[in-house]
Structure formats: structure tokens, C-alpha cells
């Protein structure tokens, strides 16, 4: 049994008010959720605040949850969304300007970086994401490092999944292009 079936399994058990099986569920999931929050915002407590509401709400409303394709792509939306609504409610005093002008940043400290070669690249790496818009960050973040397919992205960033390639296309040539305009002998295409 994989690791999606199981956690499919846990899921039903938890609807049915499974104690031990929400437990787990949170347990599988808190640092992978957290980790995700932190992209978002630096303030741990407020993103371990709003893991804790993400599985208050689960717990208080089990009985009318429907059963998602991906136990961990719902979570990642539900906690970008209780994430998002609480950021908004903790700067109403300010102006919002953009749909998601919340800051995205990509963190590569589980990145184990073993040579020089690597050292260089990662740096370069970290400078062109950084460099990208916060969507074009999440979008490469969600793909690459926590390996959504589009599908799930386009769910998880409620876009369509022509805009999830649209997105994703452009922060690859983003990122291309800062290569290459920081590298001397490479020009961009």
C-alpha cells in the first residue's frame, strides 16, 4: 500500500471520528505544512497558529468533508487559504494592492550542497528564484521542491492549469534569462 493510500485511509477513519487517525494526520503533515507556511511568512508562531485552525476546522467540520484525490495537495489549500485570510485580517490598516501580494520565498536550506560547483549553483539558483515575482516563487517551489503536479497546483493556487503552465513557463525564462544575463559569456535566447 503506498504512502497516498494510507494517508487516504487515515483520512476516512479521522471523517468517522477516528481520533488516533487525526493524530496522525497532523503528525504526517504539521512540518510539511509548516515548512509551507514559511514561505509565506517567517512568524512560526503565526503559521503554527494557523496549522492549529487548519485542523481545528478539520476536526470540527469531519463530517462534512468530501474525500480529496490527495489528502496532502486539500491540506496545502486550505492552509494557503486560512494563511492568506488571516494575513489580510492582521494588515487591513494597510492597502491591498494585489490579488496575492503576500511575499513567497523559497528557502533551500534542506538543499545538502556537497562541492564548490554546487555551492556556485545554488547561490545563482537562490538569487534568479528570489528574484522572480511571489507567484512565479510558489509556483517553482510547489513543483520542484514539493513535487505537485499541475493539476494540484493549479488547486492548491485556485488558477486553471493552462495559467499554472503559463506561470511556470514564465518563471523558467525568468530564471533563464537571469542566467544568463549574470553569466558573461551567455546571452539570453
Not at 26 to 46: A, M, P, Q, R, V
Not at 113 to 137: D, F, G
Amino acid at each position: 500500500m503506498s504512502t497516498t493510500e494510507e494517508t487516504l485511509l487515515l483520512w476516512e477513519s479521522f471523517k468517522q471520528g477516528d481520533w488516533n487517525a487525526y493524530t496522525q494526520l497532523y503528525n504526517l503533515h504539521f512540518k510539511l505544512l509548516t515548512n509551507y507556511g514559511y514561505k509565506f511568512t517567517k512568524d512560526i508562531s503565526f503559521i503554527e497558529d494557523a496549522v492549529q485552525d487548519l485542523f481545528i476546522k478539520l476536526w470540527t467540520n469531519k463530517e462534512n468533508l468530501g474525500s480529496p484525490l490527495s489528502v496532502r495537495n486539500y491540506l496545502y489549500k486550505a492552509l494557503r487559504s486560512i494563511l492568506f485570510r488571516k494575513m489580510q485580517a492582521r494588515s487591513r490598516f494597510t492597502e491591498i494592492q494585489d490579488k496575492d501580494p503576500l511575499p513567497f520565498e523559497v528557502s533551500f536550506d534542506q538543499v545538502l550542497i556537497k562541492t564548490e560547483e554546487e555551492r556556485e549553483l545554488s547561490i545563482k539558483i537562490k538569487s534568479a528564484v528570489n528574484a522572480l515575482p511571489a507567484r512565479q516563487q510558489e509556483i517553482v517551489f510547489l513543483r520542484f521542491y514539493e513535487g505537485f503536479s499541475y493539476l494540484e497546483i493549479a488547486d492548491i493556487m485556485e488558477i486553471t492549469i493552462a495559467s499554472t503552465y503559463k506561470l511556470l513557463y514564465k518563471a523558467l525564462n525568468s530564471i533563464e534569462f537571469i542566467f544568463a544575463t549574470s553569466t558573461p559569456n551567455n546571452k539570453p535566447i
